[in-house]
Protein backbone atom coordinates (compact mmCIF):
# COMPACT_ATOMS: atom_id res chain seq x y z
CA UNK A 1 0.00 0.00 0.00
CA UNK A 2 1.23 3.21 -0.77
CA UNK A 3 1.34 6.78 1.16
CA UNK A 4 -1.20 8.10 -1.23
CA UNK A 5 -3.98 5.34 -0.37
CA UNK A 6 -2.92 5.00 3.65
CA UNK A 7 -3.79 8.61 3.91
CA UNK A 8 -7.00 8.48 2.09
CA UNK A 9 -7.93 5.38 3.89
CA UNK A 10 -6.95 6.85 7.67
CA UNK A 11 -9.04 10.52 6.55
CA UNK A 12 -11.88 8.17 5.04
CA UNK A 13 -12.21 6.18 8.44
CA UNK A 14 -11.70 9.00 10.49
CA UNK A 15 -14.64 10.82 8.68
CA UNK A 16 -12.29 13.91 8.58
CA UNK A 17 -14.42 14.86 5.06
CA UNK A 18 -18.12 15.36 5.82
CA UNK A 19 -19.31 17.36 2.50
CA UNK A 20 -17.40 19.36 0.59
CA UNK A 21 -19.43 22.53 -0.32
CA UNK A 22 -18.96 23.88 -3.48
CA UNK A 23 -17.08 27.26 -2.09
CA UNK A 24 -14.20 25.18 -1.09
CA UNK A 25 -14.18 22.91 -4.65
CA UNK A 26 -13.88 26.26 -6.17
CA UNK A 27 -11.35 28.07 -4.25
CA UNK A 28 -8.49 29.11 -6.12
CA UNK A 29 -6.50 29.94 -3.19
CA UNK A 30 -5.09 28.53 -0.22
CA UNK A 31 -6.93 30.45 2.58
CA UNK A 32 -8.42 28.90 5.71
CA UNK A 33 -12.29 28.49 5.19
CA UNK A 34 -15.28 30.12 7.06
CA UNK A 35 -16.10 27.91 10.40
CA UNK A 36 -19.53 28.09 8.85
CA UNK A 37 -18.66 25.84 6.08
CA UNK A 38 -19.41 22.29 6.85
CA UNK A 39 -16.04 20.27 6.36
CA UNK A 40 -13.21 20.26 8.61
CA UNK A 41 -10.62 19.07 6.59
CA UNK A 42 -8.85 20.75 3.92
CA UNK A 43 -5.63 19.64 2.23
CA UNK A 44 -2.64 21.01 2.41
CA UNK A 45 -1.58 23.98 0.45
CA UNK A 46 1.54 21.03 -0.15
CA UNK A 47 -0.91 18.62 -1.39
CA UNK A 48 -0.29 17.45 -5.36
CA UNK A 49 -3.61 14.87 -5.06
CA UNK A 50 -7.13 15.22 -5.49
CA UNK A 51 -8.75 14.48 -2.22
CA UNK A 52 -12.16 12.38 -2.27
CA UNK A 53 -14.59 12.61 0.45
CA UNK A 54 -17.23 9.88 1.69
CA UNK A 55 -20.27 9.05 -0.31
CA UNK A 56 -22.64 12.08 0.45
CA UNK A 57 -25.76 10.67 2.09
CA UNK A 58 -28.12 11.71 -0.92
CA UNK A 59 -26.66 11.24 -3.89
CA UNK A 60 -24.13 8.65 -3.02
CA UNK A 61 -21.59 10.20 -4.60
CA UNK A 62 -18.10 10.85 -3.14
CA UNK A 63 -16.75 14.56 -3.52
CA UNK A 64 -13.73 15.94 -4.54
CA UNK A 65 -11.51 18.60 -3.96
CA UNK A 66 -9.61 18.62 -6.88
CA UNK A 67 -5.53 19.45 -6.38
CA UNK A 68 -4.71 22.97 -7.64
CA UNK A 69 -1.28 23.31 -9.47
CA UNK A 70 1.19 25.80 -8.33
CA UNK A 71 1.43 27.29 -11.70
CA UNK A 72 -2.21 26.05 -13.20
CA UNK A 73 -2.30 26.99 -17.11
CA UNK A 74 -5.64 28.13 -18.83
CA UNK A 75 -6.00 25.07 -19.94
CA UNK A 76 -5.16 23.16 -16.61
CA UNK A 77 -8.14 25.42 -14.91
CA UNK A 78 -10.36 25.13 -17.45
CA UNK A 79 -10.30 21.24 -17.03
CA UNK A 80 -10.64 21.23 -13.47
CA UNK A 81 -13.76 23.71 -14.11
CA UNK A 82 -15.50 21.74 -16.21
CA UNK A 83 -14.70 18.56 -14.00
CA UNK A 84 -16.02 20.62 -11.03
CA UNK A 85 -19.09 21.46 -13.02
CA UNK A 86 -19.54 17.68 -14.20
CA UNK A 87 -19.24 16.87 -10.80
CA UNK A 88 -21.74 19.26 -9.01
CA UNK A 89 -24.04 19.12 -12.18
CA UNK A 90 -24.22 14.89 -11.61
CA UNK A 91 -24.39 15.13 -7.69
CA UNK A 92 -27.56 17.62 -7.93
CA UNK A 93 -28.85 14.89 -10.83
CA UNK A 94 -28.61 12.17 -8.28
CA UNK A 95 -29.79 13.94 -5.19
CA UNK A 96 -33.35 14.87 -7.07
CA UNK A 97 -33.55 11.19 -8.67
CA UNK A 98 -32.77 9.68 -5.42
CA UNK A 99 -34.98 11.65 -2.92
CA UNK A 100 -37.81 11.09 -5.87
CA UNK A 101 -37.13 7.56 -6.49
CA UNK A 102 -37.40 7.04 -2.32
CA UNK A 103 -40.23 8.99 -1.75
CA UNK A 104 -42.56 7.22 -4.71
CA UNK A 105 -41.24 3.53 -3.40
CA UNK A 106 -42.39 4.69 0.23
CA UNK A 107 -45.66 6.03 -1.10
CA UNK A 108 -46.09 2.73 -3.48
CA UNK A 109 -45.47 0.25 -0.33
CA UNK A 110 -47.94 2.32 1.50
CA UNK A 111 -50.36 1.63 -1.37
CA UNK A 112 -49.64 -1.91 -1.95
CA UNK A 113 -49.69 -2.47 2.46
CA UNK A 114 -53.48 -0.77 2.27
CA UNK A 115 -54.66 -2.34 -0.81
CA UNK A 116 -53.86 -5.90 1.55
CA UNK A 117 -55.65 -4.34 4.69
CA UNK A 118 -52.08 -4.47 6.31
CA UNK A 119 -50.14 -1.63 8.11
CA UNK A 120 -46.92 -0.06 8.33
CA UNK A 121 -45.54 -2.40 10.86
CA UNK A 122 -46.84 -6.00 12.41
CA UNK A 123 -48.34 -6.77 15.73
CA UNK A 124 -44.04 -7.05 16.95
CA UNK A 125 -43.24 -3.17 15.74
CA UNK A 126 -41.27 -4.90 12.11
CA UNK A 127 -41.75 -2.68 9.28
CA UNK A 128 -43.69 -4.80 6.84
CA UNK A 129 -41.96 -5.11 3.58
CA UNK A 130 -43.21 -6.17 0.07
CA UNK A 131 -42.17 -9.55 -2.10
CA UNK A 132 -39.66 -8.65 -4.71
CA UNK A 133 -42.44 -9.51 -7.35
CA UNK A 134 -44.10 -6.61 -6.37
CA UNK A 135 -41.27 -4.49 -5.94
CA UNK A 136 -40.46 -5.19 -9.37
CA UNK A 137 -43.73 -3.81 -10.84
CA UNK A 138 -42.55 -0.72 -8.82
CA UNK A 139 -38.61 -0.51 -10.42
CA UNK A 140 -40.19 -1.33 -14.02
CA UNK A 141 -42.86 2.01 -13.45
CA UNK A 142 -40.04 4.01 -12.41
CA UNK A 143 -38.01 3.44 -14.76
CA UNK A 144 -40.42 3.54 -17.56
CA UNK A 145 -41.40 6.88 -16.20
CA UNK A 146 -37.81 8.22 -16.08
CA UNK A 147 -36.62 6.66 -19.28
CA UNK A 148 -36.61 10.19 -20.94
CA UNK A 149 -35.00 12.10 -18.31
CA UNK A 150 -32.10 9.04 -17.87
CA UNK A 151 -31.92 9.20 -21.72
CA UNK A 152 -31.41 13.07 -21.34
CA UNK A 153 -28.72 12.44 -18.41
CA UNK A 154 -26.76 9.30 -20.10
CA UNK A 155 -26.26 12.17 -23.06
CA UNK A 156 -24.89 15.09 -21.29
CA UNK A 157 -22.66 12.67 -19.48
CA UNK A 158 -21.47 11.36 -22.26
CA UNK A 159 -21.34 14.53 -24.32
CA UNK A 160 -19.43 16.06 -20.76
CA UNK A 161 -16.88 13.16 -20.23
CA UNK A 162 -15.91 13.17 -24.09
CA UNK A 163 -15.19 17.08 -23.44
CA UNK A 164 -13.32 16.62 -20.23
CA UNK A 165 -11.04 13.64 -21.93
CA UNK A 166 -10.27 15.53 -24.92
CA UNK A 167 -8.82 18.17 -22.17
CA UNK A 168 -7.28 15.68 -20.31
CA UNK A 169 -5.43 14.97 -23.72
CA UNK A 170 -4.40 18.17 -24.75
CA UNK A 171 -3.30 19.09 -20.72
CA UNK A 172 -1.04 16.16 -21.15
CA UNK A 173 0.43 17.09 -24.62
CA UNK A 174 0.72 20.54 -23.40
CA UNK A 175 2.50 19.54 -19.98
CA UNK A 176 4.65 16.99 -22.64
CA UNK A 177 5.67 19.78 -24.51
CA UNK A 178 6.57 22.18 -22.01
CA UNK A 179 8.68 19.52 -20.51
CA UNK A 180 10.34 18.75 -23.99
CA UNK A 181 11.42 22.22 -24.61
CA UNK A 182 12.41 23.03 -21.51
CA UNK A 183 14.84 20.35 -21.79
CA UNK A 184 16.39 21.21 -25.20
CA UNK A 185 16.62 24.90 -23.68
CA UNK A 186 18.23 23.20 -20.75
CA UNK A 187 20.83 21.32 -22.76
CA UNK A 188 21.13 24.43 -25.15
CA UNK A 189 22.48 26.43 -21.96
CA UNK A 190 24.51 23.52 -20.48
CA UNK A 191 26.84 23.56 -23.86
CA UNK A 192 30.19 25.49 -23.75
CA UNK A 193 32.06 26.22 -26.61
CA UNK A 194 36.00 26.19 -26.00
Request: proline fraction near 4%; aromatic fraction near 10%; glycine fraction near 4%.
Amino acid sequence: MNVRTAECLFFRSRGLIRSVPASVRHRTDQTAPDSSEKTRFIPAPTSKYDWIGPPDRLSNLRPIIYHIPENETQLQRKLRHLRQDTEDWNHEFWTRQNITFSKEKEEYIQSQLEEKGLTEKDENGIKQKLSSEEMAAFYKTFLDKNYDKHAAYNKEWYRRNFTITTLMARVTLQNFWRTVTGQARSKGKSTTTS
